[in-house]
């Protein structure tokens, strides 16, 4: 650029410049006054430089004579913020909208927002509506403000913009002020000084998104306690209709309008109450009537129950057009929440009662129908009750098939009476009479055909006749658990080893995959093939890398008990030498000790470069061993008695199954000699006595756990040995619960109090189970030398076991032991730990169980619980193979009463799949639940609500929830709270079977007292009258036969 | 475009609407269809049977595509696609979590007209409209218009409906890919709506709450939500998305649940008396289908195979493609044809319906040929290769072994057998091939088979 005008836009530049740097605004709008659209392009690009390196806080030389730059230490904060909204004023007035889109103008000051206008009303550009619409949709606002926005509309320097959030924008801004902005005056009062508004926006207020901040604020002004009368939409518009400054039917008109829009609950509710605000008349009700039933059709519950309210007004002034009501309502049964379903019915009620024509009838009819698909079971009956009297036999077509379909899904007692009015069967009996494959007679044939021996084993000592068989309950050795248990696959190979192992860092599985992984490691990590460095190099930087970190779900980042002994063991057969890792977290205790010395001797074995199959190593799900397969691996590797791995032996005990164990011990006895041929025997139940040294002591008491999981040893061990160390040993080993003594159980549901930080706290529900001979934890008062006297104790007790007795104590002892402490409970911090703990025993899982009774009832209430594996300690409920004991059904009954959806669904499974079985009784389960509720924090929504799941499988499952419920029922003292979810539930399910309560639950309703819900479903409970076995009845009990005797169908006749 | 998102603008000729009928009681109700190369389709106009189903279905597409399952993210305002042929209008919609497919179909019968048009659009899904739908009964007569006739439109004359969203890469992979899973899906389950409609209600709402991952088991006649696997078991995760479906099943047929134990995929099947819904649930809320990578080998070979063009050529609409018969056509095996279905599929020219079993045209109106490049497991396998160093080992029989360069300069061992592929990444050992194969073995893949000029197009690693 050269000649004369380019000096003079050199020289206009160099003064705004000037100006800019000086921050003076005014004079920078009078310098671009005068110009001609083609000059102000020319200043475009050095003003726009000029800005971005104010912005970028670039070097710039200020005028040496501003006492702004003075203020400021340019390096650290760059240009003063007047100078930078001078130059984005001046950019305004010269650059193109592709520049100007990119401004921020967040430090205008009333004075700059005059500057801004008169900038623009200078230049006037063509692009300034298309820029007003730009900035008001900004995801971070629009960098001016409302005021600003509204004087270019006025002035018409710009249209009024189409986006909502210019509304939006007015909607909050003439409410909260904003930019320092605060109001004395009421909002009704500052609209009347822009009467336009009233015109436009304000109607727009009700087609865009708000909310009751502007609706209804509750502003703190300067100077002013509580919010200015006046100070929201909803005042102000009130009361500038009531001044006649805006049409009140008008308004009326657009907040109901909004209310069928697609607007959010949050912005509706603003406009629903508006509306009521406005108090409309009748008249004015009756105008809008149809505007009211499109609200019926909203799918949300606020604005559907507003329309019924309006509409309800209607109908007691009898200005109710009833037969487009009826057709419109049915939407309102569509909503969850049961309160708008009532009140759609109530009027459905009263529109039937005041006109008995067809076609109201007909859709009244529809209605109901609707409503009786309804969540809510109240809803359910009084969509019964409200077309008590319309006939339905005759009903057209349609509507019998909305109420045939109806019929499948409400309870049995409402599809009875629903059936009886349409003339049908109801679906119980039918279902009855489809399902009845088991026939009596049949069924009789195959009990005859059993031997004595199949009846004990299947609890069926005589015929049951038409009743339930008693309770389930068998010897040990009489049962059969690895009958369609699923088999175990070991690892095989080498490439399947250190794919298991890579899976197993990432992500654990489950307990027997740890199992499989030991196997295989025991079996096979001795061999290092070719190229064994090169296919572990990447799971050795894996498990170098997730050192000390933190995994949820793998075994790689594991930083203490039994997890980091595991990873101890994948480094040691990794790197060929021994790894100990040293952890900060709290030694492993109870059977996590075991099943780390387990580990333990699988690492020295790899270290010392030895193979060979691992005896514990489960051939079956839940941890069982074939016996036959324990006499092969015992005869590939002999020499039990001096052993170097007795936890693996004793493991390898207590985990034979009860199946095959004759054919087990006639190979030990033809395979096997010496000592492991006698503790074989004698483990499986042969003839031969043990002979009990001080390091096989607690090999011999494995071995005598696994012949009789219940009951005393003593008889069996009596004279094993007359040596005063061995007898020392055994003693020492002996001493817990479940080893020479099985454990006895007592327990009692009640409260505790528990140390918070701010001290004791409330109330908390807890199931106390107590063992005999467990030891209960104690505190003693902290000493400096506590810690020390404790480790050396502890050092002594290793040493002594180590030379002496091979065992601190016996696993099954070791069980009682789970922490019970969130503090100890590393352990058991997730599902395969848990799960791992209760294969220690499987024989007998009772310790466990009742450690998940102690845990899941700490929880009960508390939602965080999820989040804990609980659940897990419920697992063995589903091992079909054993009768429940009073245990089991304690924790069934626990999980049923746990907020925890984990626990609470593997109890409702562990239900389901007893009672298909035949494992589970109602007698037991109803008498511990009675028990429970002793606690006084059982909650029967949720033992009801588990229970409906149960009883929705067939009828042997509604035959046992409602022996279940009513042996509850007779045993509660007096009725509890929420009682009435089990009677609807006992209601049910003995509409289903057509039978009447116990006469002991009869008493207990019989002193049901008020009118009340819980009092009108005793009422109906208690007259419940017998008539002889119904057919669903009969089908359970022959449901529950068919499953006892199937058990032990196909087993040798005389097998022991 | 960028790397993660996609400028799109739905373009309508006027907003969508359900007006009072001219002259007769009922209404009309008119779904704009978006212009694509500057036209407006117009597929279909004719009284619908069922209005009361109509308007419960595609309210239930819309608020599957206006909603985020997984965080409380505003979604982006994206309109469901519609593809119509002479026995079927399909309306098909994408979650925007990327976790959710539904498809409604409505066969010919549930209209009083013939279908006449052919093609695939969007179409507009506006809030007044979607409360409208909302108050469709049945009994009263509603008119249905999927686009607009010149006549129409001239006397409309109401303004052009313009909505720029940004189309994250994710969701269009997505809304390809879910195909390739549908594929996959067998029948599991099969309840009658009364039962249906108790499950689904026992389902919890709470998106937090459903995100634990349970196990739909049969019980009884109905189903129900176990916390722990059986034989016949389904595994679900984010049971709110399947709620979805409540308001659906009164009316309903049936209810059948398909899953593809590979990838974990669960489809929810509503049967109506000439319509269904077909609602497909990825395996975990926070995972959407796009980067599952089923389809990755089959892009890495560049959906070479030479069938592919040739497929892509017979596609006319059909609603429902027999990949015998075009494999006869074509002289190519059916196993190739089906092949390339799927990678059409992928690039949104094909969608899968599995209640019948087959392929179906539409043209999904969005460009996804770039999107497959933005593949970031397949663009990191090309830039391993393209860097050097993996080699192959050995080969034994069928089987491969090869090393491939990771990270940290481990390598890793990758083997390719018929019998199970197989890497020592932490990937590849925490899936085991349920979410797709790792950058490694693409690479071994396309080493083994010689095929590294795949490399081409390399792009920065993630």
């Known amino acids: ?1056 | 475009m960028s790397a993660t998102a996609l400028d799109y603008t739905y373009r309508y000729q006027q907003p969508s609407s359900l007006t009072p009928a001219a002259g007769a009681a009922g209404s009309r109700l008119h779904l704009a269809t978006c212009s694509g190369a500057g036209e407006h389709p117009h597929f279909f106009a004719g009284a619908a049977r069922r209005p009361l189903l109509l308007g419960k279905l595609l309210l239930a597409l819309s608020d599957v595509v206006r909603t985020h399952f997984y965080q409380p993210f505003r979604p982006a305002l994206m309109d469901p696609v519609v593809t119509a042929s002479e026995e079927m209008l399909r309306f098909e919609g994408f979650s925007s979590c990327c976790g959710v497919y539904a498809r409604v179909d409505f066969e010919a019968e549930s209209f009083d007209a013939e279908l006449t048009g052919r093609g695939t659009t969007n179409v507009d899904f506006n809030d007044p409209m979607r409360s409208a739908l909302a108050r469709l009964r049945d009994g009263e007569p509603v008119r249905l218009a999927v686009g607009r006739d010149e006549v129409s439109i001239e006397r409309s004359g109401a303004a052009t409906v313009e909505k720029k969203v940004k189309l994250p890469v994710r969701w269009l992979k997505g809304f390809g890919e879910v195909q390739a899973y549908q594929a996959e899906l067998e029948p599991r389950l099969e309840v009658p709506p009364p039962e249906a409609l108790r499950f689904v209600r026992t389902l919890p709402r709470n998106a937090r709450a459903s995100q634990r991952p349970g196990f739909v088991t049969r019980s009884g006649r109905s189903l129900r939500l176990s916390p722990r696997e059986s034989p016949g078991s389904v595994r679900l995760a984010g049971t709110h998305r399947v709620r979805l479906l409540e308001p659906l099943l009164p009316g309903a047929r049936l209810l059948r649940l398909w899953s593809d134990e590979g990838s974990g995929v669960t489809a929810w099947e509503i049967e109506h008396p000439q319509a269904r819904v077909f609602l497909v649930l990825s395996p975990e809320v926070s995972r959407g289908f796009s980067g599952e990578g089923q389809l990755l080998e089959l892009l890495a070979a560049g959906g070479g195979h030479g069938v592919l063009r040739q497929v892509r050529a017979q596609l006319h609409w059909q609603t429902r493609i027999d990949p015998e018969g075009l494999a006869a056509r074509l002289g190519a095996e059916p196993m190739q044809v089906h092949g390339a279905l799927a990678a059409l599929g992928a690039r949104g020219l094909a969608g899968y319906d599995a209640a019948s079993g087959t392929f179906f045209h539409r043209e999904l109106p969005f460009d996804l040929d770039r999107v497959e490049v933005l593949q970031p497991r397949l663009r990191n396998a090309r830039r391993l290769i393209a860097e050097g160093g993996a080699r192959v080992l050995r080969r034994q029989g069928g089987a491969v072994d090869v090393e491939v360069p990771g990270s940290s300069g481990v390598r890793h061992q990758v083997r390719l057998a018929a019998g199970g592929d197989r890497c020592t990444c932490p990937w590849w050992s925490r899936y085991q091939g349920r979410r797709g194969p790792c950058k490694h073995l693409l690479v071994a893949r396309l080493v083994a088979e010689g095929d590294a000029s795949a490399a081409a197009p390399a792009g920065p690693a993630t």
């Open chain 1, 1 to 1056: 650029m050269s000649g004369p005008a380019a000096g003079d836009h050199r020289e206009r530049f160099e003064r705004l410049r000037d100006l800019i740097l000086r921050a003076e605004i005014e004079p920078v709008a009078e310098l671009l006054a005068p110009l001609e659209e083609k000059d102000r392009q020319r200043l475009s690009g050095p003003v726009w430089k000029l800005q971005r390196a104010l912005e970028r806080g670039d070097e710039v030389e200020p005028p040496s004579d501003s006492p702004i730059w003075a203020r400021v230490r340019k390096e650290l904060l760059g240009a003063p913020m007047e100078v930078l909204s001078a130059a984005q004023l001046a950019v305004l007035g010269v650059c193109p909208m592709s520049r100007v889109r990119g401004l921020r103008f967040w430090f205008l000051e009333p004075k700059g927002r005059r500057t801004l206008i008169r900038i623009l009303r200078d230049r006037r550009p063509e692009w300034l509506g298309d820029w007003v619409e730009h900035v008001l949709q900004l995801e971070d606002g629009p960098p001016i403000d409302w005021s600003t926005i509204r004087d270019l509309v006025r002035e018409g320097l710009c249209p009024r913009p189409e986006s909502p959030a210019y509304v939006q924008l007015m909607a909050r801004r003439m409410v909260s002020g904003g930019w320092g902005q605060t109001f004395d005056r009421p909002l009704d009062e500052r609209l009347l000084d822009d009467p336009a508004l009233l015109e436009v926006e304000v109607w727009s207020l009700f087609e865009v998104e708000t909310g009751p901040e502007v609706w209804y604020p509750k502003l703190l002004v300067k100077g002013r306690q509580g919010p200015i009368p006046g100070s929201g939409w909803a005042e102000a518009l009130r009361r500038l209709a009531e001044r006649g400054e805006l049409d009140r039917q008008r308004l009326l008109d657009h907040s109901l309008e909004s209310l069928a829009s697609g607007l959010s609950p949050r912005t509706l509710s603003s406009h629903r109450r508006f509306h009521e605000s406005l108090e409309p008349t009748l008249d004015e009700i009756t105008a809008r009537q149809k505007a009211y039933r499109v609200l019926l059709g909203s799918r949300h519950g606020a604005v559907a129950g507003f329309g019924l309210k309006m509409l309800g007004r209607l109908h007691r002034a009898g200005r109710l057009e009833t037969v487009p009501f009826l057709a419109a309502v049915t939407p309102v049964f569509e909503l969850p929440a049961k309160a708008h379903a009532l009140r759609a019915l109530a009027l459905v009620a009263r529109c039937l009662d005041g006109d008995g024509e067809s076609r109201v009838s007909d859709l009244a009819l529809k209605a109901a129908a609707a409503a009786l698909l309804h969540p809510s079971r109240e809803v359910r009956e009084r969509a019964l009750e409200a077309t008590a009297r319309v006939p339905l036999e005759a009903a057209d077509g349609e509507i019998r098939e909305d109420f045939e379909q109806a019929l499948g899904f409400v309870e049995p007692a409402l599809a009875r009476r629903l059936a009886e009015r349409l003339g049908i069967d109801a679906p119980g009996t039918a279902e009855a009479g489809a399902d009845a494959v088991v026939e009596e007679r049949e069924l009789r044939r195959r009990f005859d055909a059993l031997s004595r021996t199949q009846r004990q084993r299947a609890g069926l000592e005589a015929w049951p006749g038409a009743s339930l068989p008693p309770p389930w309950r068998t010897g040990f050795r009489r049962l059969r658990v690895l009958r369609g248990a699923e088999r175990v696959a070991p690892i095989r190979d080498f490439d399947q080893l250190v794919d298991a192992v890579s899976h197993t860092v990432e992500i654990v599985d489950s307990a027997t995959e740890v199992e499989r992984l030991l196997g295989g490691l025991a079996r096979l990590g001795a061999h290092r093939p070719a190229g064994f460095a090169r296919r572990t190099e990447a799971l050795a930087s894996r498990l170098d890398k997730s050192s000390g970190g933190f995994t949820a779900s793998g075994l790689g980042g594991s930083w203490g008990g039994v997890p980091l002994a595991i990873v101890d063991l994948l480094r040691t057969w990794l790197t060929g030498r021994r790894v100990r890792t040293r952890s900060w977290v709290r030694v492993s205790t109870g059977p996590y000790r075991f099943l780390r010395q387990r580990v333990n001797e699988v690492a020295v074995r790899l270290a010392r470069g030895h193979a060979g199959p691992l005896l514990a190593e489960p051939t079956h799900r839940h941890g069982w061993i074939d016996p036959r397969a324990l006499v092969e691996r015992v005869a590939e590797r002999p020499g039990l008695g001096a052993t170097r791995e007795p936890a693996d032996l004793v493991q390898a005990l207590l985990r034979l199954a009860p199946d095959h164990r004759r054919e087990a011990r006639e190979a030990a006895g033809r395979r096997l000699s010496g000592f492991d041929r006698d503790l074989i025997d004698f483990a499986l139940g042969g003839e031969r006595r043990p002979r009990i040294a001080p390091r096989t002591a607690a090999v011999w008491l494995a071995a005598a756990r696994c012949r009789s999981p219940d009951g005393s040893l003593r008889p069996l061990l009596d004279g094993a040995t007359r040596r005063p160390l061995a007898k020392a040993a055994l003693r020492f080993v002996a001493s817990g619960p479940d080893a020479l003594e099985s454990a006895r159980y007592s327990w009692r549901a009640t409260t505790t109090s528990r140390r918070v930080f701010w001290g004791e706290a409330g109330a908390w529900p807890y199931v106390e189970v107590r063992v005999e001979g467990r030891p209960e934890k104690t505190t003693s008062p902290y000493t400096p030398w506590e810690p020390l006297r404790k480790r050396a104790a502890r050092a002594l007790e290793r040493q002594a076991v180590k030379v002496l007795f091979t065992m601190r104590e016996l696993p099954t002892s070791a069980l009682h032991r789970m922490a019970d402490d969130a503090w100890e409970d590393y352990d058991q911090q997730t599902a395969w730990q848990v799960e791992w703990a209760r294969q220690v025993w499987p024989a007998n899982t009772d310790a466990i169980l009742a450690s998940g009774v102690r845990w899941i009832s700490r929880g009960i209430d508390y939602t965080g619980a999820a989040s804990s594996p609980h659940h897990a300690y419920l697992g063995s409920l589903l091992d079909s193979g054993r009768p429940w004991t009073e245990i089991a059904y304690l924790a069934a009954g626990t999980g049923l009463l746990a907020r925890d959806p984990d626990v609470r669904g593997v109890a409702v499974d562990a239900l389901v799949e007893g009672i298909g079985d035949g494992r589970v009784h109602p007698e037991p389960l109803g008498e511990i639940l009675a028990g429970l509720w002793q606690g006084g924090w059982a909650k029967a929504n949720r033992l009801a609500s588990g229970l409906e799941e149960v009883a929705r499988v067939g009828p042997l499952h509604e035959l046992v929830v409602a022996g279940t419920l009513d042996r509850l029922v007779a045993g509660w003292p007096s009725i509890p709270h929420g009682a009435h979810h089990v009677f609807q539930l006992l209601d049910d399910a003995l509409a289903a079977l057509e039978a009447p309560v116990s006469e002991d639950a009869a008493r207990v309703l019989e002193s049901v007292r008020g009118g009340g819900k819980t009092a009108r479903l005793a009422r109906s409970l208690a007259q419940r009258r017998a008539g002889g076995p119904s057919p669903r009845n009969a089908l359970a009990c022959r449901l529950a036969l068919d499953a006892r005797i199937r058990r032990v169908e196909g087993l040798p006749a005389n097998a022991r």
